[in-house]
Protein backbone atom coordinates (compact mmCIF):
# COMPACT_ATOMS: atom_id res chain seq x y z
CA UNK A 1 0.00 0.00 0.00
CA UNK A 2 1.15 3.40 -0.20
CA UNK A 3 2.33 5.05 3.01
CA UNK A 4 3.17 8.54 1.80
CA UNK A 5 3.87 10.60 4.90
CA UNK A 6 4.40 14.30 5.21
CA UNK A 7 8.18 15.87 4.14
CA UNK A 8 8.07 16.57 7.67
CA UNK A 9 8.47 13.00 8.84
CA UNK A 10 11.25 10.73 8.52
CA UNK A 11 11.06 6.62 8.91
CA UNK A 12 13.54 5.03 10.31
CA UNK A 13 13.02 0.87 10.08
CA UNK A 14 13.79 -0.64 13.28
CA UNK A 15 12.03 -3.79 14.94
CA UNK A 16 8.24 -3.82 15.83
CA UNK A 17 8.04 -3.28 20.22
CA UNK A 18 5.55 -5.86 20.88
CA UNK A 19 6.78 -7.85 23.42
CA UNK A 20 7.10 -11.23 21.26
CA UNK A 21 6.32 -12.43 17.67
CA UNK A 22 3.48 -14.36 16.51
CA UNK A 23 4.76 -17.25 13.68
CA UNK A 24 4.99 -16.34 10.12
CA UNK A 25 1.77 -19.09 9.59
CA UNK A 26 -0.36 -16.65 11.99
CA UNK A 27 -3.38 -15.78 9.47
CA UNK A 28 -3.24 -12.21 8.22
CA UNK A 29 -5.78 -9.17 8.80
CA UNK A 30 -6.95 -8.99 5.43
CA UNK A 31 -10.68 -7.55 4.85
CA UNK A 32 -11.29 -8.23 8.91
CA UNK A 33 -14.10 -6.36 10.11
CA UNK A 34 -12.90 -3.42 12.50
CA UNK A 35 -14.27 -2.25 15.81
CA UNK A 36 -12.86 0.98 17.25
CA UNK A 37 -14.13 2.49 20.77
CA UNK A 38 -13.04 5.30 21.21
CA UNK A 39 -13.72 6.54 25.47
CA UNK A 40 -14.45 10.07 26.01
CA UNK A 41 -12.40 11.92 28.89
CA UNK A 42 -11.05 8.57 30.29
CA UNK A 43 -7.74 8.79 32.09
CA UNK A 44 -4.20 6.16 31.60
CA UNK A 45 -4.93 5.02 34.64
CA UNK A 46 -8.70 4.27 34.91
CA UNK A 47 -8.75 0.65 34.11
CA UNK A 48 -8.09 -2.01 36.03
CA UNK A 49 -5.49 -3.42 33.63
CA UNK A 50 -3.31 -0.18 33.53
CA UNK A 51 -3.44 0.46 37.51
CA UNK A 52 -6.69 1.08 38.72
CA UNK A 53 -7.73 -0.05 42.71
CA UNK A 54 -10.80 1.62 42.97
CA UNK A 55 -13.02 1.22 39.43
CA UNK A 56 -13.36 -2.40 38.46
CA UNK A 57 -13.26 -2.99 34.15
CA UNK A 58 -13.31 -6.68 33.92
CA UNK A 59 -14.33 -6.32 30.35
CA UNK A 60 -11.50 -4.19 29.15
CA UNK A 61 -8.74 -6.15 31.47
CA UNK A 62 -9.88 -9.14 29.83
CA UNK A 63 -9.73 -7.62 26.46
CA UNK A 64 -5.93 -6.68 27.30
CA UNK A 65 -4.98 -10.09 28.76
CA UNK A 66 -6.42 -11.28 25.59
CA UNK A 67 -4.94 -8.60 23.13
CA UNK A 68 -2.18 -5.99 23.32
CA UNK A 69 -1.58 -3.21 25.26
CA UNK A 70 0.62 -0.49 23.58
CA UNK A 71 1.96 1.82 26.38
CA UNK A 72 3.50 4.39 23.90
CA UNK A 73 0.01 5.51 22.38
CA UNK A 74 -1.23 8.94 22.06
CA UNK A 75 -4.61 10.47 21.16
CA UNK A 76 -4.76 13.47 18.45
CA UNK A 77 -5.58 16.07 20.57
CA UNK A 78 -5.99 17.17 24.56
CA UNK A 79 -9.82 17.62 23.81
CA UNK A 80 -12.58 16.32 21.62
CA UNK A 81 -12.84 18.09 18.22
CA UNK A 82 -9.78 18.24 17.01
CA UNK A 83 -9.04 14.70 18.48
CA UNK A 84 -11.37 13.00 16.72
CA UNK A 85 -10.16 15.62 13.40
CA UNK A 86 -7.02 13.92 13.66
CA UNK A 87 -8.42 9.90 13.80
CA UNK A 88 -10.42 10.59 11.17
CA UNK A 89 -7.87 12.12 8.88
CA UNK A 90 -4.82 10.68 9.54
CA UNK A 91 -3.48 14.00 9.89
CA UNK A 92 -1.88 15.45 13.38
CA UNK A 93 -3.18 18.63 14.66
CA UNK A 94 -0.66 20.95 12.58
CA UNK A 95 -2.36 19.95 9.41
CA UNK A 96 -5.62 18.09 9.85
CA UNK A 97 -8.79 20.60 9.30
CA UNK A 98 -10.48 20.62 12.94
CA UNK A 99 -8.03 21.75 15.83
CA UNK A 100 -10.34 23.12 17.76
CA UNK A 101 -13.28 22.88 19.66
CA UNK A 102 -15.03 26.23 17.96
CA UNK A 103 -18.96 26.29 18.26
CA UNK A 104 -21.30 26.76 15.63
CA UNK A 105 -24.36 29.02 16.26
CA UNK A 106 -27.35 26.52 17.46
CA UNK A 107 -26.45 23.53 17.22
CA UNK A 108 -22.86 22.00 16.66
CA UNK A 109 -18.96 22.44 15.69
CA UNK A 110 -17.06 23.35 12.94
CA UNK A 111 -17.65 21.39 9.74
CA UNK A 112 -14.94 19.15 8.28
CA UNK A 113 -14.49 20.28 4.74
CA UNK A 114 -16.62 18.53 1.56
CA UNK A 115 -14.35 16.30 -0.20
CA UNK A 116 -12.33 15.10 3.44
CA UNK A 117 -10.96 11.62 3.21
CA UNK A 118 -11.87 10.01 6.26
CA UNK A 119 -11.72 6.58 7.16
CA UNK A 120 -15.59 6.27 6.74
CA UNK A 121 -14.80 7.46 2.85
CA UNK A 122 -11.71 5.18 2.97
CA UNK A 123 -13.53 2.03 4.62
CA UNK A 124 -16.80 2.76 2.19
CA UNK A 125 -14.00 2.88 -0.93
CA UNK A 126 -13.40 -0.37 0.21
CA UNK A 127 -17.21 -2.14 0.19
CA UNK A 128 -17.14 -1.64 4.22
CA UNK A 129 -20.15 -1.03 5.88
CA UNK A 130 -19.49 2.08 7.63
CA UNK A 131 -21.29 2.97 11.04
CA UNK A 132 -20.79 5.59 13.76
CA UNK A 133 -22.44 5.23 16.82
CA UNK A 134 -22.11 8.30 19.37
CA UNK A 135 -20.33 11.79 19.66
CA UNK A 136 -19.50 13.21 16.45
CA UNK A 137 -18.21 16.38 16.95
CA UNK A 138 -16.99 17.91 13.12
CA UNK A 139 -20.26 19.60 11.48
CA UNK A 140 -23.40 20.59 12.44
CA UNK A 141 -26.28 18.50 11.33
CA UNK A 142 -26.70 18.61 7.44
CA UNK A 143 -23.44 20.14 7.33
CA UNK A 144 -20.79 19.16 4.89
CA UNK A 145 -19.11 17.38 8.19
CA UNK A 146 -22.23 15.40 9.11
CA UNK A 147 -21.20 12.10 9.27
CA UNK A 148 -23.43 10.81 6.47
CA UNK A 149 -21.55 13.22 4.27
CA UNK A 150 -17.57 11.83 6.10
CA UNK A 151 -17.97 8.15 4.61
CA UNK A 152 -21.23 6.72 7.46
CA UNK A 153 -23.38 4.96 6.06
CA UNK A 154 -25.55 5.04 9.46
CA UNK A 155 -24.74 7.65 12.23
CA UNK A 156 -27.10 7.47 15.60
CA UNK A 157 -25.87 9.78 18.73
CA UNK A 158 -25.37 13.13 19.26
CA UNK A 159 -23.98 15.27 16.23
CA UNK A 160 -23.24 18.25 18.97
CA UNK A 161 -20.58 17.76 21.37
CA UNK A 162 -21.87 20.29 23.70
CA UNK A 163 -25.20 18.29 23.60
CA UNK A 164 -23.53 15.59 24.60
CA UNK A 165 -22.66 17.48 27.96
CA UNK A 166 -26.65 16.02 28.78
CA UNK A 167 -26.53 12.49 29.55
CA UNK A 168 -30.69 13.13 29.30
CA UNK A 169 -30.89 15.26 26.14
CA UNK A 170 -34.07 16.53 24.58
CA UNK A 171 -33.10 14.71 21.09
CA UNK A 172 -30.47 12.52 19.09
CA UNK A 173 -29.72 12.41 15.29
CA UNK A 174 -30.63 9.11 12.88
CA UNK A 175 -28.52 9.98 10.46
CA UNK A 176 -29.97 13.32 9.21
CA UNK A 177 -33.40 12.57 11.11
CA UNK A 178 -33.79 14.82 14.87
CA UNK A 179 -35.21 11.85 17.14
CA UNK A 180 -37.06 13.31 19.86
CA UNK A 181 -36.58 11.76 23.24
CA UNK A 182 -40.07 12.44 24.80
CA UNK A 183 -38.99 10.89 28.37
CA UNK A 184 -36.59 13.66 28.91
CA UNK A 185 -39.38 16.38 28.02
CA UNK A 186 -39.11 19.21 30.19
CA UNK A 187 -35.75 18.36 31.79
CA UNK A 188 -36.91 14.54 32.80
CA UNK A 189 -34.85 11.72 33.29
CA UNK A 190 -36.55 9.05 31.32
CA UNK A 191 -34.21 7.82 28.22
CA UNK A 192 -30.18 7.65 29.38
CA UNK A 193 -28.89 8.54 25.62
CA UNK A 194 -25.65 6.02 25.99
CA UNK A 195 -27.81 3.33 26.51
CA UNK A 196 -30.15 4.13 23.22
CA UNK A 197 -26.71 4.68 21.68
CA UNK A 198 -25.40 1.16 22.72
CA UNK A 199 -28.32 -0.65 21.74
CA UNK A 200 -28.37 0.88 18.04
CA UNK A 201 -24.78 -0.16 18.02
CA UNK A 202 -25.09 -3.59 18.67
CA UNK A 203 -28.33 -4.01 16.05
CA UNK A 204 -25.55 -2.33 13.68
CA UNK A 205 -23.02 -5.32 14.18
CA UNK A 206 -26.48 -7.91 13.79
CA UNK A 207 -27.19 -6.28 10.51
CA UNK A 208 -24.23 -6.47 9.18
CA UNK A 209 -23.21 -9.71 10.33
CA UNK A 210 -22.71 -11.25 6.86
CA UNK A 211 -20.91 -8.29 5.33
CA UNK A 212 -17.71 -6.64 6.30
CA UNK A 213 -17.91 -3.65 8.42
CA UNK A 214 -16.05 -0.56 10.15
CA UNK A 215 -17.99 0.32 13.53
CA UNK A 216 -16.63 3.37 14.87
CA UNK A 217 -17.95 3.88 18.68
CA UNK A 218 -17.56 7.40 20.12
CA UNK A 219 -19.08 6.04 23.52
CA UNK A 220 -19.28 9.74 25.56
CA UNK A 221 -18.47 7.88 29.33
CA UNK A 222 -17.15 9.11 31.49
CA UNK A 223 -17.12 12.66 29.98
CA UNK A 224 -18.88 15.22 32.29
CA UNK A 225 -21.19 15.43 33.49
CA UNK A 226 -21.44 13.20 36.11
CA UNK A 227 -24.63 10.80 35.85
CA UNK A 228 -25.84 7.41 35.15
CA UNK A 229 -29.08 5.43 35.88
CA UNK A 230 -29.99 4.50 38.96
CA UNK A 231 -28.92 0.42 38.69
CA UNK A 232 -26.55 -1.94 40.03
CA UNK A 233 -23.33 -1.16 38.81
CA UNK A 234 -23.55 2.57 40.87
CA UNK A 235 -25.13 0.68 43.91
CA UNK A 236 -22.00 -1.34 43.65
CA UNK A 237 -19.89 1.72 44.55
CA UNK A 238 -22.21 3.59 46.44
CA UNK A 239 -20.70 3.76 50.39
CA UNK A 240 -17.18 2.82 49.39
CA UNK A 241 -16.14 6.25 49.13
CA UNK A 242 -16.47 9.55 51.14
CA UNK A 243 -17.88 11.55 48.91
CA UNK A 244 -17.31 15.80 47.97
CA UNK A 245 -20.69 16.71 46.63
CA UNK A 246 -20.92 18.75 43.81
CA UNK A 247 -23.12 21.62 43.84
CA UNK A 248 -24.63 23.54 40.36
CA UNK A 249 -27.81 24.22 40.91
CA UNK A 250 -27.78 26.40 37.31
CA UNK A 251 -27.13 23.14 35.61
CA UNK A 252 -29.51 20.75 37.25
CA UNK A 253 -32.60 19.12 34.98
CA UNK A 254 -35.82 20.60 35.15
CA UNK A 255 -38.14 22.27 32.83
CA UNK A 256 -35.59 24.79 32.30
CA UNK A 257 -33.12 22.50 31.56
CA UNK A 258 -30.27 23.87 29.00
CA UNK A 259 -27.00 22.53 27.52
CA UNK A 260 -24.50 24.87 29.46
CA UNK A 261 -23.08 23.60 32.28
CA UNK A 262 -23.33 20.06 34.41
CA UNK A 263 -25.91 18.62 36.93
CA UNK A 264 -24.96 18.61 40.72
CA UNK A 265 -23.72 15.59 42.33
CA UNK A 266 -24.18 13.96 45.80
CA UNK A 267 -21.92 11.25 45.40
CA UNK A 268 -19.46 12.43 42.19
CA UNK A 269 -16.75 9.33 43.63
CA UNK A 270 -18.96 6.50 43.10
CA UNK A 271 -21.10 7.97 40.23
CA UNK A 272 -17.25 8.68 38.10
CA UNK A 273 -16.59 4.62 38.76
CA UNK A 274 -19.84 3.93 37.75
CA UNK A 275 -19.84 5.59 34.47
CA UNK A 276 -16.12 4.23 33.88
CA UNK A 277 -18.14 0.33 34.34
CA UNK A 278 -20.49 1.02 32.23
CA UNK A 279 -17.99 1.57 29.21
CA UNK A 280 -16.85 -1.62 30.56
CA UNK A 281 -20.34 -3.24 29.98
CA UNK A 282 -21.02 -1.64 26.94
CA UNK A 283 -17.54 -3.39 25.97
CA UNK A 284 -18.76 -6.57 27.27
CA UNK A 285 -21.72 -6.43 25.47
CA UNK A 286 -19.74 -5.82 22.38
CA UNK A 287 -17.40 -9.23 22.83
CA UNK A 288 -20.97 -10.59 23.46
CA UNK A 289 -22.55 -9.70 19.95
CA UNK A 290 -19.63 -11.18 18.56
CA UNK A 291 -18.81 -14.19 19.83
CA UNK A 292 -22.91 -15.05 19.72
CA UNK A 293 -22.60 -14.13 16.10
CA UNK A 294 -19.50 -16.23 15.23
CA UNK A 295 -17.51 -12.63 14.09
CA UNK A 296 -14.62 -13.14 16.92
CA UNK A 297 -12.55 -14.88 14.87
CA UNK A 298 -12.77 -11.77 11.46
CA UNK A 299 -13.19 -9.02 13.95
CA UNK A 300 -10.58 -6.28 14.87
CA UNK A 301 -10.94 -4.38 17.96
CA UNK A 302 -9.15 -1.58 19.41
CA UNK A 303 -9.99 0.72 22.32
CA UNK A 304 -9.07 3.77 23.57
CA UNK A 305 -10.05 7.08 24.56
CA UNK A 306 -9.93 10.51 23.17
CA UNK A 307 -7.73 12.70 25.54
CA UNK A 308 -6.41 12.53 29.13
CA UNK A 309 -8.98 13.12 32.30
CA UNK A 310 -10.86 16.12 32.83
CA UNK A 311 -11.85 18.21 36.19
CA UNK A 312 -15.26 19.13 34.92
CA UNK A 313 -18.84 18.90 37.15
CA UNK A 314 -17.43 17.22 40.09
CA UNK A 315 -14.62 14.94 38.86
CA UNK A 316 -11.64 14.68 40.63
CA UNK A 317 -8.85 12.81 38.55
CA UNK A 318 -6.07 12.82 41.54
CA UNK A 319 -8.95 10.81 43.75
CA UNK A 320 -8.37 8.12 40.83
CA UNK A 321 -5.07 8.60 40.17
CA UNK A 322 -6.83 8.88 36.61
CA UNK A 323 -3.74 10.17 35.11
CA UNK A 324 -1.49 7.47 35.65
CA UNK A 325 2.01 7.61 35.87
CA UNK A 326 2.11 10.94 34.24
CA UNK A 327 1.81 14.82 34.44
CA UNK A 328 -0.93 16.65 32.89
CA UNK A 329 -5.21 16.23 32.54
CA UNK A 330 -7.33 17.34 29.88
CA UNK A 331 -6.17 21.13 27.52
CA UNK A 332 -2.49 19.73 28.95
CA UNK A 333 0.01 18.91 26.05
CA UNK A 334 1.91 16.85 29.14
CA UNK A 335 1.52 13.16 29.07
CA UNK A 336 -1.26 12.90 30.96
CA UNK A 337 -3.41 15.13 29.12
CA UNK A 338 -2.81 13.04 25.11
CA UNK A 339 -1.09 9.42 26.44
CA UNK A 340 -3.75 6.85 26.63
CA UNK A 341 -3.38 3.22 26.46
CA UNK A 342 -4.41 1.24 22.93
CA UNK A 343 -5.39 -2.02 23.30
CA UNK A 344 -5.66 -4.29 20.50
CA UNK A 345 -7.46 -7.24 20.10
CA UNK A 346 -7.97 -10.09 17.35
CA UNK A 347 -7.39 -13.65 18.49
CA UNK A 348 -5.52 -15.41 16.27
CA UNK A 349 -3.36 -12.65 14.99
CA UNK A 350 -2.50 -10.56 17.77
CA UNK A 351 -0.54 -12.24 20.23
CA UNK A 352 -2.32 -12.52 23.76
CA UNK A 353 -1.26 -10.45 26.80
CA UNK A 354 1.43 -8.76 24.73
CA UNK A 355 2.73 -5.00 25.11
CA UNK A 356 4.40 -2.92 22.65
CA UNK A 357 6.23 -0.12 23.65
CA UNK A 358 6.30 1.15 19.87
CA UNK A 359 5.47 5.06 19.92
CA UNK A 360 2.21 5.94 17.62
CA UNK A 361 -0.14 8.24 17.69
CA UNK A 362 -4.65 8.19 16.46
CA UNK A 363 -2.93 9.42 13.17
CA UNK A 364 -1.54 5.90 12.38
CA UNK A 365 -4.92 4.42 12.21
CA UNK A 366 -5.82 5.23 8.05
CA UNK A 367 -2.95 3.65 7.08
CA UNK A 368 -3.58 0.78 9.24
CA UNK A 369 -6.83 0.56 8.53
CA UNK A 370 -6.39 1.10 4.68
CA UNK A 371 -3.55 -2.18 4.77
CA UNK A 372 -6.38 -4.27 6.69
CA UNK A 373 -9.10 -3.50 4.32
CA UNK A 374 -6.72 -3.37 0.98
CA UNK A 375 -7.02 0.09 -0.20
CA UNK A 376 -3.82 1.70 -1.92
CA UNK A 377 -4.35 5.82 -0.11
CA UNK A 378 -4.55 8.48 -2.69
CA UNK A 379 -0.54 9.88 -3.87
CA UNK A 380 -2.58 13.49 -3.56
CA UNK A 381 -3.28 12.98 0.17
CA UNK A 382 -1.43 14.50 2.27
CA UNK A 383 -1.15 12.50 5.54
CA UNK A 384 1.07 11.50 8.58
CA UNK A 385 0.68 8.07 9.77
CA UNK A 386 2.54 4.66 9.74
CA UNK A 387 0.90 1.71 9.65
CA UNK A 388 1.17 -0.36 12.90
CA UNK A 389 0.09 -3.33 11.13
CA UNK A 390 3.74 -5.29 11.46
CA UNK A 391 3.65 -4.56 15.75
CA UNK A 392 -0.17 -5.60 15.52
CA UNK A 393 1.17 -8.98 14.41
CA UNK A 394 4.12 -9.41 14.74
CA UNK A 395 5.35 -9.72 11.31
CA UNK A 396 7.61 -7.58 9.15
CA UNK A 397 9.82 -4.76 10.17
CA UNK A 398 7.67 -1.74 11.91
CA UNK A 399 8.64 1.79 10.83
CA UNK A 400 8.81 4.71 13.13
CA UNK A 401 8.40 8.09 13.16
CA UNK A 402 11.04 10.43 13.63
CA UNK A 403 8.78 12.57 15.60
CA UNK A 404 5.08 13.10 17.03
CA UNK A 405 3.99 16.75 17.04
CA UNK A 406 0.42 18.34 18.70
CA UNK A 407 -1.00 22.03 18.56
CA UNK A 408 -3.71 23.26 21.10
CA UNK A 409 -5.72 26.20 20.45
CA UNK A 410 -7.20 26.72 23.37
CA UNK A 411 -5.67 28.18 27.26
CA UNK A 412 -3.37 30.41 24.75
CA UNK A 413 -2.17 28.03 22.64
CA UNK A 414 0.26 25.24 22.85
CA UNK A 415 2.29 23.04 21.28
CA UNK A 416 4.47 20.05 21.58
CA UNK A 417 7.02 17.33 20.26
CA UNK A 418 7.66 13.76 21.07
CA UNK A 419 10.95 12.86 19.34
CA UNK A 420 12.78 9.53 21.04
CA UNK A 421 13.10 10.21 24.67
CA UNK A 422 13.07 14.28 24.23
CA UNK A 423 9.32 15.31 25.04
CA UNK A 424 9.71 19.55 23.94
CA UNK A 425 6.31 21.97 25.06
CA UNK A 426 5.47 25.17 24.31
CA UNK A 427 3.11 27.32 26.56
CA UNK A 428 1.46 31.16 25.29
CA UNK A 429 1.87 30.23 22.04
CA UNK A 430 -0.41 32.87 20.38
CA UNK A 431 1.30 36.00 22.18
CA UNK A 432 4.87 34.44 21.85
CA UNK A 433 4.97 32.06 18.81
CA UNK A 434 8.81 31.81 19.55
CA UNK A 435 9.06 31.45 23.48
CA UNK A 436 11.09 29.25 25.69
CA UNK A 437 10.62 25.49 25.20
CA UNK A 438 9.93 23.18 28.08
CA UNK A 439 12.44 20.19 27.83
CA UNK A 440 12.19 16.48 29.47
CA UNK A 441 13.64 13.44 29.29
CA UNK A 442 10.69 10.73 29.54
CA UNK A 443 13.66 7.94 29.99
CA UNK A 444 14.31 9.47 33.22
CA UNK A 445 11.80 12.00 33.90
CA UNK A 446 8.22 10.21 32.96
CA UNK A 447 6.34 12.80 35.04
CA UNK A 448 7.78 15.56 33.66
CA UNK A 449 9.65 17.41 36.37
CA UNK A 450 12.94 18.41 35.66
CA UNK A 451 12.77 20.63 32.48
CA UNK A 452 16.39 20.31 31.28
CA UNK A 453 16.66 22.57 28.64
CA UNK A 454 19.18 24.64 29.76
CA UNK A 455 21.27 21.53 29.92
CA UNK A 456 20.32 20.72 26.08
CA UNK A 457 19.92 23.68 23.91
CA UNK A 458 20.75 21.34 20.74
CA UNK A 459 17.93 19.41 20.97
CA UNK A 460 15.52 22.78 22.05
CA UNK A 461 16.49 24.10 19.05
CA UNK A 462 15.24 20.91 16.90
CA UNK A 463 12.23 20.73 18.76
CA UNK A 464 11.18 24.76 17.93
CA UNK A 465 12.64 23.62 13.93
CA UNK A 466 10.02 20.79 13.83
CA UNK A 467 7.46 22.94 15.55
CA UNK A 468 7.67 25.99 12.99
CA UNK A 469 7.49 22.72 10.06
CA UNK A 470 4.51 20.56 11.28
CA UNK A 471 2.08 23.39 11.67
CA UNK A 472 1.07 24.72 8.87
CA UNK A 473 -1.29 27.85 8.62
CA UNK A 474 -5.27 27.60 8.83
CA UNK A 475 -7.65 30.44 8.03
CA UNK A 476 -10.10 28.88 10.69
CA UNK A 477 -7.78 28.14 13.48
CA UNK A 478 -5.20 30.26 14.14
CA UNK A 479 -2.47 30.68 16.83
Not at 203 to 212: A, G, L, S, V
Not at 228 to 253: H, M, Q, T
Not at 344 to 353: F, L, N, S, T
Not at 426 to 434: F, G, H, L
Request: aromatic share 10%; charged share 25%; proline share 6%.
Amino acid sequence: MNNTVNKGLALAIVSAGAASCLPQSEPSMQRMNVIYILADDLGYGDLGCTGSTKILTPHIDRMRSEGMLFTQHYSGCTVSAPSRSVLMTGQHTGHTPIRGNREMEGEGQTPLPAGTYTLGQMFRQAGYVTGAFGKWGLGYPGSEGDPVYQGFDRFYGYNCQREAHRYYPTHLWNNLERVELEKNRDGACGSYAPDLIHAEALQFIRENRDKPFFLYLPITLPHAELLVPDDEIILSYRGKFEEKPYVNKAGDYGPQTTVAGYCSQPEPYATFAAMVSRLDKYVGDVFAVLKELGLDKNTLVLFTSDNGPHREGGADPDFFDSYGPFRGVKRDLYEGGIRLPLIAWAPGRIEAHSTSDHICAFWDMLPTFAEIAGVELPDTLEQDGISILPTLTGTGRQPEHDYLYWEFHEAGGKQAVRQGKWKGVRQDVKENPDGPIELYDLSTDLHEDHNVAEQHSEVVEKMAAIMKSAHTESETFKF
